[in-house]
């Protein structure tokens, strides 16, 4: 927050504004220019690392060879490859390891936020625009499954279920529907009696119509700023699940899980807890900063959602 | 003010139901519980003998009903492994956790607010740009790697602090930090938000204007609106701290009830999974209540308007 380029805008009422089009993009990259361009970066090489894996990572990740266990960073082995970030306790090259680590991160944070939105959004949009008995169901349902600790339930659910990348994208897409829905709830309510409302029905819209054509839309914002934290948050749920032995298996390199093998060896050897974590911070990091300029481009009032 | 209060325990009684519901049917998920406790060499009939000691043959609406009944007397059976009533198990190691949640509780708030308030006051400084920058980092640092990280070098490297275990006060140090770092982070970032709203408002230039010392406009007109949804945050971060707490107490070898659970994973140990996730749940429910009624009785507006969530 060093920068100071993007004030928050006081007494702004209609605090929630209209969708986004590639010129407002454009501007929003402007106003907000190194914050932005940084987590742009930032984002734009994981993905490039995520999706060339095969190609660009210089060893294999899941190849075994005892004799090079826990070899410090930029050490070479004796046919002169460089080993840039060490290797871990197996002798597997950790820089390959984190390249093909961030597929496994960015699949769960975008797949789960996915399902999760959709689902909100669905329910949020009934909720609000029926309201009545539908929508004391869904909130109150809502109102239990917050009751219960997030990482608990995950944990609970994942030791019933047993650890896979799927079960983890399962538990956290249908998990994460009710921070959505309640935000979308509160947006189609206040829109459900709007003029233009009315106008469409008047016509003689159906309620479909009017929910997919003219109130979705106006959802779009919230929906884009708190998808884009709880993307980050995921990612943090899934290798905070991998590290205690309930997310993805062992043979699957993801973050999390080099992190908890580097931490048997912490006396012997800092790099194998340490450069995960970096990996962490900076994607982190990035996804929170856009997810802050975002929001306060779109809506200044909405508040960060809790964990 | 009756009403809200009652209301408000009708609200939470609901959610009990909702909480006995979700912990009774983690159980069932997988179609089976019987098969995900037996070891893989049981015989048929092995299994079918434990499938009627635990009860798993008969109808679930009966099982459902066994479990609420005896879970309300405080009878969640016993642990497969430790042959203990698994209640007891739990509550034998809340006091750690609570030790550590407090802890980490008490370290957010004593930093949050300092920092928070020096942030608003001197908004758009240096010190303004450092330490919200420093908060969105901790914000974005992960649990367990700061837990390592702080272990790398303090116990290992610096050798000032224990590893792991639980004792002296020195085993709390770096458990309370690690657990402690997000809701600093969130913390002060939250104060310094309140405060900047608190004031921008007319109240805090009318003082200003009749000629108030900075300091007594800040502290006592300013902060204590402030505190009003900073309050209310801190109580509801309650749950996130017990979540969290299984991480930490993983990580430092913390003898508190979130181990308890990933031991009991480990061990096969589901009736223990269920007692401790449905107890710590009931402790979330039952704090967030306390702190509505807490919230009700500092902020006299909220019993006029109805709680609104």
Known sequence: MTDNVAPREKNN????????????????LFRLRPKIIFSLLTMACIFFFALTAQWVSPHDPIKVNVRYRLQPPMWKDPQGNLYLLGTDPLGRDIASRLIYGSRISLMVGLTSVLIGGLLGLALGLFSGYYGGRLDDIIMRVGDIQLAFPNILLYVAVLAVLGGSVLNIIIVLGFTGWIQYARVIRGQVMSLREAEFVLAARTLGASNLVIMTRHILWHTVSPLIVIASFAVANNILIESSLSFLGLGVPPAIPSWGMILAEGREYIRQAWWPVTFPGLAFVVTILSINLLGDALRDYLDPRLQRTPL | MIAFFVRRLAQSVLVILGVSILSFGIMFLSGDPTMLMVGEDWSVKQVEEFRHIMGFDRPWYVQYWDFVTKAAQGDFGLSLRHKQP?????????????????????????????????????????????SMGGALLGQSVPVFWLGI???????????????????????????AITLGAFFIARNARMVRSCMLDVLGMEYVTTARSKGLREFVVIYKHALRNALIPVVTLIGLQFGALLGGAVITETIFAWP????????????????????????????????????????????PRVRITGYKA
């Open chain 1, 13 to 28: 009422t209609s605090h929630i504004r209209g969708g986004l089009s590639p010129k407002r993009l454009l501007i929003l």
């Open chain 2, 86 to 130: 698994t209640f007891t198990l739990v509550m034998s190691r809340m006091p750690a956790t609570l030790e550590l949640t407090f802890a980490a509780m008490l370290l957010s708030i004593i930093l949050a607010f300092p920092v928070g308030i020096l942030s608003a006051v001197k908004r758009d400084s240096i010190y303004d740009g450092l």
């Open chain 2, 149 to 175: 990280m702080l272990i790398l070098v303090f116990s290992v490297k610096l050798q000032w602090t224990p590893v792991a275990g639980r004792g002296t006060w020195t085993h709390l140090i770096l458990p």
């Open chain 2, 256 to 299: 508190g009830v979130g181990r308890l659970v990933i031991q009991a994973i480990q061990g096969k140990d589901l009736p223990l999974v269920q007692a401790a996730v449905t107890v710590l749940a009931l402790s979330f429910v039952l704090i967030n209540l306390l702190v509505d009624y807490l919230y009700c009785i500092l902020d």
